[in-house]
């Protein structure tokens, strides 16, 4: 058996503000180890960001308050030291964010940046963390990386800006690499290429990856695991396998329908999910999805618990319908609403 | 670079010719402006008059009046309308004590304005922030003139409180450095305290602005040291608006923008010069010190252009 690298037993985060406090993560557990790729996924607001930056640290703040542990090779981080969490920041987690084009500081070279995270964790000359920059920025496919070195982000495009991000990411050789929405502000084909790199670098640097996104489709081919939050919970979670094709959440259904597919018959519109995420301040009673769900009925009102409700084992839901009845009507949702007989 | 440079030097000359117009317009759509009045006294005849104006050549076309006035300014022949002495002269004279005071007050300015705007800024909504965001506003709010007169008042001279500093003047550096520095404290600090409230008010919201910049978590997420992301990171961004702010006010103070200080306090810089010329109504020193401060104002707008694509990368000068 692999590495255990990290253990988030029941992380709640809650953050007081003008209106209330809003619980913006809820309840989440989850492990992972060397090698392994986790995804999360979810909708604004559902608090995978949140939990995210809570793993590095950098939902710290008088507002903010912490439930649960998060235990990196043992240590549980939410009770280190601010000081000692500069430690962990970078050199053993190490995190890509979503916007390539803020990310990086304008006023800095690219490669004075990667060397600062280098240099703030180790002990190495200028010299050396140039060269090592300029090997890892040939690692993550920069062309030229002797001469772009020297180049500010503006004069790099987003897909490369992101690379960039990568390479100061795993400068230090963190064992977890945390990817947020790393692909949301790129094009399509540089979506893909990203991806592809995070899923290459992983093994290159022999690191685990957790890769939040809102869209199912990216992580399709890399997650190992995958867990669906909503309103700050887990709603499911399973292997990839469980969830792409024996999906038990109606949420769920709702985030594979709106992808487009090329290996089902194509529906006339792709499937939206009505209405709002719930507020985090006054959460509805019951299951958290039940105001948008359309197989809601009267059990909902009970909250139902995240267990294990099909034959699978480790395959965790929080729906009180019928696993058959699940299995005979979630196409309609998946599939889009008209669909051609195939 | 260089052609951006030259490009810029013709703007500039034009700016000044077009404020030596501006201000020579002004003169003589004032009322009671007719220098040739003034001279021939309260009992002069028209004949009188007529002569004086034909002597200043005011009896001359607009545009010529205007174009003698410019030339013999430039050629340093200009003189006083009401004493005679020559205006590039006096001018000069007044360096001295105006370049020690915004020199003196600009450093002043800046160091409070930078420290009281981070500390504003790290501690936001804490004691120590309200208490500075109150002097600000203070500082911001007392006039500069009431400000300069209340501290002589009590602070300097015979029949104030104390008289812990000198009651007025200027000793030049040449002479006695300790006397200088010892003359200029009351000034420099009557000058600046308007700047650093104003200055430590705009750090600070430029501060609280980019400590939520996305690189900023980057930064974070590197693993830096609080300080240093301070630092490196967030004041480094946050100080390039104020260096348009301080390039604009010290060229406005070098160029003798400082009339109510130097007024207050009796420097006879070049800010007093044009004080005791207003009263007056004395055009030509007027033409002078307007030039004067309108130079520094459009080589500071240069500097700060070019102090602009250093400090930003991303800025092209074209």
Same mark, same amino acid.
Request: aromatic residues 14%; glycine residues 0%.
């Given at each position: 058996m692999a590495e255990r690298l990290l253990e988030v037993n029941d992380l709640k985060v809650r953050f007081a503000t003008e209106d209330g406090i809003v619980r913006a993560v809820d309840g989440i557990s989850f492990e992972l180890e060397r090698g392994k790729v986790l995804g999360i996924v979810g909708e604004s607001g559902s608090g995978k960001s949140v939990t995210a930056m809570t793993l590095m640290g950098l939902t710290r703040g008088v507002n903010a308050g912490f439930e649960g542990e998060v235990l990196y090779k043992g240590t549980d981080l939410l009770k280190v030291s601010d000081r000692a969490m500069q430690g962990y920041r970078g050199n053993e987690l190490g995190m890509i964010f979503q916007d390539p084009m803020t990310s990086l500081n304008p006023v800095y070279r690219i490669g004075e940046q990667i060397v600062e995270a280098i240099q703030s964790h180790e002990r190495v000359d200028k010299r050396t963390a140039r060269s090592r920059t300029i090997e890892l920025l040939r690692q993550v496919g920069i062309p030229n990386p002797e001469t772009r070195?020297?180049? /500010?982000?503006?004069? /790099?495009?987003g897909g490369m800006r992101q690379r960039a991000m990568i390479a100061m990411a795993l400068s230090c050789n963190p064992s977890v690499l945390i990817a947020d929405e790393p692909t949301t502000a790129l094009d399509v084909t540089i979506q893909a290429q990203i991806v592809e790199l995070v899923s290459r670098l992983k093994d290159d640097f022999d690191s685990a990856v957790i890769f939040i996104t809102h869209d199912l489709g990216v992580i399709a081919d890399i997650a190992d695991e995958i867990i669906v939050m909503y309103a700050g919970r887990v709603v499911e979670r399973g292997t990839k396998r469980d969830v792409f094709y024996d999906p038990q959440m109606p949420y769920t259904w709702g985030l594979l329908g709106s992808i487009p597919r090329l290996d089902r018959p194509r529906p006339e519109r792709l499937h939206t999910i009505e209405g709002m995420p719930p507020s985090l301040i006054n959460p509805p009673e019951g299951c958290k999805f039940r105001p948008r769900?359309?197989?809601? /009925?009267?059990?909902?009102k009970q909250e139902p618990g995240l267990e294990n409700r099909v034959e699978t084992p480790g395959h965790l839901d929080r729906c009180w319908l019928d696993v058959e009845f699940k299995r005979d009507h979630r196409d309609e949702t998946i599939s889009g609403g008209s669909v051609e007989a195939a | 670079m260089g052609a951006y440079i030259i490009r810029r030097i013709f703007g500039m000359l034009l700016v000044l010719l077009a404020v030596s117009f501006i201000v020579y317009l002004i003169f003589i759509v004032i009322p009671g402006g007719d220098p040739a009045q003034r001279i021939a006294g309260?009992?002069?005849?028209p004949q009188n008059v007529a002569a004086i104006k034909h002597r200043l050549g005011l009896d001359q076309s607009f545009i010529v009046q205007w174009y003698d006035l410019v030339k013999s300014l430039f050629t340093a022949k200009l003189v006083s309308y009401y004493d005679g002495t020559n205006v590039v002269n006096q001018i000069k004279q007044g360096l001295p004590a105006t370049f020690s005071l915004a020199i003196g007050a600009g450093i002043i300015w800046m160091g409070f304005g930078i420290l009281v705007g981070t500390i504003s800024a790290v501690t936001a909504g804490r004691f120590s922030d309200r208490v500075i965001t109150a002097f600000a506003l203070i500082g911001i709010s007392m006039p500069v003139a009431w400000l300069g007169l209340i501290l002589r008042y009590f602070l300097a001279g015979e029949g104030g409180a104390v008289s812990w500093f000198p009651d007025g003047g200027y000793v030049a550096f040449t002479s006695n450095p300790a006397q200088w520095f010892y003359h200029l404290l009351l000034p420099w600090f009557t000058l600046a305290v308007l700047f650093i409230g104003f200055y430590g008010r705009v750090l600070r919201s430029n501060i609280l602005d980019t400590i939520n910049e996305d690189f900023v978590r980057t930064a974070k997420a590197k693993g830096l040291s609080t300080r240093r992301i301070l630092v490196k990171h967030v004041l480094r961004a946050s100080l390039i608006p104020i260096v348009t702010l301080f390039g604009l006010d010290f060229a406005s103070v070098l160029g003798g923008g400082a009339i109510i200080t130097e007024s207050v306090y009796n420097l006879h810089g070049v800010g007093w010069y044009a004080w005791q010329s207003i009263g007056t109504q004395d055009l030509p020193p007027l033409m002078g010190v307007t030039l004067f401060g309108a130079m520094f104002i459009v080589v500071f707008t240069l500097l700060v252009d070019l102090a602009y694509a250093y400090l930003d990368p991303r800025i092209r000068l074209t």
């Open positions: 070195v020297d180049d /500010f982000p503006h004069q /790099f495009s769900c359309p197989h809601a /009925f009267e059990k909902c | 309260k009992v002069a005849t």
